[in-house]
């Protein structure tokens, strides 16, 4: 009922730039905050950005002054915009979305497919 599709992943050389991009589509009343994660193998899952329905955005100190986060409301999608990458940026980013159903249903995270991210050196 509700998909999220990634794009924009791919391979870039330290100090490069790429730009994600995930879309939601299905039925639902309304969209709250949406985000990104990423997951490097051997390493936990981080929380890279968050980003509210008022476009109040949130951080992880890593990625502050290098990634920004935005959303186009009109069409239901969530960026993120990557500068000065480093190896260490190298992950699956997963993006996210905390939606409401109906206007009596509690909200529910829905995930994207995830997309590779690779920086080299």
């Known amino acids: 009922q509700v998909q999220l599709v990634e794009s924009g992943g791919g391979l870039v050389q330290a100090g490069g730039s790429l730009r994600l991009s995930c879309a939601a589509s299905g039925s639902f009343f309304s969209i709250n905050v949406m985000g990104w994660y990423r997951h490097a193998p051997g390493k936990q899952r981080d929380l890279v950005a968050t980003i509210t329905s008022r476009s109040s955005t949130n951080y992880a100190e890593s990625v502050k002054g290098r990634f920004t986060i935005s959303r186009d409301n009109a069409k239901n999608t969530v960026y993120l915009q990557m500068n000065s990458l480093k190896p260490e940026d190298t992950a699956i980013y997963y993006c996210?979305?905390?939606?409401?159903?109906?206007?009596?249903?509690?909200?529910?995270?829905?995930w994207g497919q995830g997309t590779q991210v690779t920086v080299s050196s």
């Open positions: 996210y979305a905390d939606v409401t159903l109906t206007p009596v249903r509690p909200n529910y995270t829905y």
